[in-house]
């Protein structure tokens, strides 16, 4: 009898031994869903998978339009962050207490250019924009997207909004005003310097100069209160992550928490 209850709780042991060593890898491993401006797909995709082999943690990006995004926030949709292409909706969350107090934050300033696929077409002062050597400039939808924003605002500057305006496409972010113009829809476009270094297209293009149109800071909050979503919110501002965001065409600022104003 006392042979048999030494087997039993050896056994005991054993099992308890083994409980115990699976907890701290359940806890450490967890999934999370990130919903991610569309321009920022490609650097997104470099950050996320960095992450995912140094914290053993799930990344699940959902990319596409930040008003669309928002939408489905505010209807509850289950994200655990939200990495937007403006600065508006964020803060927005943030005010309607849909968004974690306090974690808002500038995560990447965006870069427009006018580009063309024709080599040469475009020059150095973005002087084709004042000629008749285009019959459309794609843009992003001004109301709906910060880059169509921007790209109004730059045309704005040039006095050519009203002189271009029955020539322009507008698509409904800034990826479909690019794809407009790779697939050769439109001359031209004013799209995210972001979009040239991901998918490296050829032609021609200007950076325009930032005084031509209000900076377009992205800004991103967290939705929920997983700790790999906080994780991944500080991996997102390490120097390791704010080098690759620069290397995908992005500005960046020494990134703090911007709190609600």
Known sequence: MARAERILRGHRVLLLALV????????????????????FRAAMVDIATLFEQESGHEVTLIPGSSGKHYAQI????????FFSADEERPLRLEKAGLAIAGSRFTYAIGKLVLWSPQAGLVDAQGAVLKGAGFRHLAIANPDLAPYGR??????????????????????????????FVHSRNAELGLVAFS?????PAGGSYWLIPQQHYRAIEQQAVLLSEKLAARDFVEFIQSEESREMIVNHGYRTVEMKPTHVQ
Do not use: C, H, Y
């Open 20 to 39: 115990t060593a699976m907890i701290p890898l359940q806890l450490a491993a967890d999934q999370i869903r990130v919903a991610t401006a569309s321009n």
């Open 150 to 179: 921007a790209a109004k605002e730059v045309l704005l500057s040039f006095g050519l909004w009203d002189e271009i305006g029955d020539r322009l496409v507008r698509g409904e972010n800034v990826n479909q005003a690019f794809q």
């Open 74 to 81: 505010v209807n509850g949709a289950p994200f655990d962050a």
């Open 195 to 199: 979009q040239l270094k991901a998918a």
